[in-house]
């Protein structure tokens, strides 16, 4: 069964420590929203974070559309059970599981979420270990099962430098081979693929340059950690006007009763076949 497009231009995480930034979420624009009870929380703070979080999911609506995704902490390669209570008590859209680097892992986390009541809540994955490119194949192989529920994999940029010992130049050349391995094993599967965060939040070039690589690279968005990053994001990753008018002219050309049965057309002086109907579709569907 196909899964819906759901836009991911702009995922914001917030800490669950934070209740004054989660209460803002609801208005901000962002297509989803991270809970982080892992590396934005200190690890005195666990316990009222879960708290705070359980507080916030049962007083705050969410902005229309907007998809909640809760990140979790693991204990030894396997999900922590209270942050997994917590996860399915709140009910949100997905649980995002950090440095991911065994298919164990999604299984633990699907059978502790199945057996707290979270049937339907789906699986994010952060891929931002050594170990965890090496094995992308197997991990995102055995999520991809609609019973496992991986819909997306997420780029760990600051974890992957910290444990490759790589440097993070200015368009981070340094780690593009991973960033591409994680996209194409996303779209191997038929899953979504986002890009790792920008640090330097005060810097509106560096990080509209950095969108634009994340576009180039082939990623569906990219998270955040500031609300200033929303709408440079949102406008980086959707469909430019140019895009979406020749879509329109592709899909119109194929469907023209003149054109009935053909299966390569010239359209704006240049060859289309059928896969760039089918292309266009797919790209207005996001921009639906
Ligand atoms: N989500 C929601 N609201 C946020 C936010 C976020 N990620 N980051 C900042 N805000 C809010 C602040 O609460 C502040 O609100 P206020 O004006 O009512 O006080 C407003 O936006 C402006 O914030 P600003 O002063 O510019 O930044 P800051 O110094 O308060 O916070 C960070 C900077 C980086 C600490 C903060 O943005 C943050 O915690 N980001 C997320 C970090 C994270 O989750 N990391 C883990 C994954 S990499
Ligand atoms: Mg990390």
Not at 91 to 116: I, Y
Not at 231 to 253: D, G, H, L, W, Y
Request: charged share 25%.
């Amino acid at each position: 069964m196909p899964r819906p497009v759901r836009p991911r231009r702009s995922v914001l995480y917030v800490p669950a420590a934070n209740a004054k930034a989660m209460a803002k979420t609801a208005q901000l624009a962002c297509d989803a929203v991270i809970y982080d009870l892992e590396d934005a929380v200190a690890e005195e703070s666990k316990a009222e974070a879960r708290g705070l979080l359980a507080s916030h999911f049962r007083e705050a609506a969410p902005a229309t559309g907007q998809e909640r995704v809760i990140r979790v902490n693991l204990r030894a390669g396997a999900p922590d059970g209270e942050d997994i209570e917590a996860a399915a008590r709140c009910a949100p859209d997905a649980v995002l599981l950090p440095k991911v680097e065994e298919p164990q892992t999604l299984l633990d986390a699907r059978r502790m979420l199945d057996a707290s009541g979270g049937g339907g809540i789906r699986l994010w994955a952060m891929v931002e270990t050594p170990l965890g490119i090496v094995n992308l194949r197997e991990i995102v192989q055995a999520g991809a099962p609609d019973h496992v529920g991986l819909d997306c994999l997420v780029a760990g940029v600051n974890d992957l430098a910290k444990e490759t010992s790589l440097p993070l130049p200015e368009g981070r050349p340094t780690i593009q081979h991973w960033l591409s391995a994680i996209v194409i094993h996303a779209r191997a599967f038929g899953m979504d693929a986002l890009d790792g965060v920008y640090n330097d939040f005060r810097d509106e070039a560096g990080f509209a340059a950095e969108c634009r690589q994340g576009v180039l690279g082939g990623f569906d968005g990219k998270t955040l950690i500031h609300p200033s990053q929303i709408a440079p994001a949102n406008a980086a990753f959707s469909p430019t006007e140019e895009a979406v008018r020749q879509a329109r002219q592709i899909i119109a050309a194929f469907e023209d009763p003149a054109n009935a049965g053909k299966g390569v057309l010239v359209v704006d002086g240049k060859m289309v076949e059928r896969l760039h109907a089918d292309m266009a579709r797919k790209l207005l569907a996001r921009t639906a």
